[in-house]
């Protein structure tokens, strides 16, 4: 199959991204039930401004602000083996003319970190936003106590940027600087690469 399994491809019917180990579905207030179970979980949800849903008419609510932002894309992430919803991603300030947007919202149930799932949604949605979307500069901001987004993040081959000071309340009511990290459309190539590497290896790993 050798380099086959990287002609993913955007499903222009549905707008879903299709990759190898998941596909991002257009996110709706159907996902609810199947989201609360990661997103309910205080380790999944420890970095999220916003409140944890612990039931599903909360879940439902919180899906419905999140859809109804119309400078937001929202996905669900579909594991491709069993259709299972293993997490939520999403561009939001989205500004076309302005070719930029940032990605956020992102949670993985807990069974699910460590394999190929959370690098491969990057993968899909970089690709949508620079090859699809025609993007100058994607975003992603971190809370700074948040060392292991920070790593990640850096190894991915993203440009810290700098930091807000007490840019936005905790869910303790705590404030946060946030870290931002940024992508460029010609830095895209090489973090592209490195994300192929990265799902294919996690993915024919052992313990993926």
């Given at each position: 199959?050798?380099?086959?399994?990287?002609?993913?491809?955007?499903?222009?019917?549905?707008?879903?991204?299709?990759?190898?180990?998941?596909?991002?579905?257009p996110?709706?207030?159907?996902?609810?039930?199947?989201?609360?179970p990661?997103?309910?979980?205080?380790?999944?949800?420890?970095?999220?401004?916003?409140?944890?849903?612990?039931?599903?008419?909360?879940m439902?609510?919180?899906?419905?602000?999140?859809?109804?932002?119309?400078?937001?894309?929202?996905?669900?992430?579909?594991r491709?083996d069993?259709?299972?919803v293993?997490?939520?991603?999403?561009?939001?300030?989205?500004d076309?003319a302005?070719?930029r947007?940032?990605?956020?919202?992102?949670?993985f149930d807990?069974?699910c970190?460590?394999?190929?799932?959370?690098?491969?949604?990057k993968?899909?949605?970089?690709?949508?936003a620079?090859?699809?979307?025609?993007?100058?500069?994607?975003?992603?901001?971190?809370?700074?106590?948040?060392?292991r987004?920070?790593r990640a993040?850096?190894?991915?081959?993203?440009v810290?940027?700098?930091t807000?000071?007490?840019h936005?309340?905790?869910?303790d009511?705590t404030?946060?600087?946030?870290?931002y990290y940024?992508?460029?459309?010609?830095?895209?190539?090489?973090?592209?690469?490195g994300?192929?590497?990265?799902?294919?290896?996690?993915?024919?790993?052992?313990?993926?």
């Open positions: 199959m050798g380099h086959e399994i990287w002609l993913y491809c955007v499903a222009v019917n549905n707008n879903s991204l299709l990759g190898s180990t998941v596909r991002l579905v996110l709706s207030t159907d996902h609810a039930e199947a989201l609360l990661s997103a309910s979980d205080p380790e999944v949800w420890r970095w999220m401004p916003r409140p944890r849903p612990e039931t599903v008419p909360q439902h609510a919180l899906l419905s602000q999140m859809i109804a932002d119309p400078a937001r894309r929202c996905f669900a992430v579909q491709c069993d259709d299972a293993i997490g939520s991603t999403s561009l939001y300030e989205l076309l302005e070719g947007a940032e990605i956020g919202a992102t949670w807990r069974s970190w460590g394999g190929p799932y959370n690098a491969e949604s993968l899909l949605l970089f690709s949508h620079f090859d699809d979307l025609r993007l100058t500069r994607l975003a992603l901001r971190t809370d700074n106590l948040n060392v987004s920070q993040l850096s190894r991915l081959g993203l810290y940027e700098g807000l000071r007490s936005m309340r905790r869910q009511g404030r946060r600087d946030s870290l940024s992508l460029l459309a010609d830095e895209w190539p090489t973090i592209r690469d994300l192929r590497a990265r799902v294919a290896a996690k993915t024919t790993a052992p313990d993926a």
